[in-house]
């Protein structure tokens, strides 16, 4: 599976040591984790759309 990670490096050739790359891809899926637990609590307490995209950082 080609994940956002590797397709930036094969994009830009970019040389990035392995652990700040697994670093890195560890801290996006966690934000993401975040962003989709935040928009299921809120479908949860009823909050329209705009709401929550305020919440998870989207644009209104």
Do not use: H
């Amino acid at each position: 599976m080609r994940t956002a990670c590797t397709i930036y490096i094969q994009l830009t050739g970019d040389k990035i040591p392995i652990r700040l790359l697994r670093s890195t891809c560890i801290s996006l899926k966690e934000e993401e984790l975040r962003k989709l637990t935040t928009a299921m609590e809120c479908i949860r307490y009823g909050l329209n759309s705009g709401e929550t995209l305020g919440y998870v950082g989207g644009k209104i």
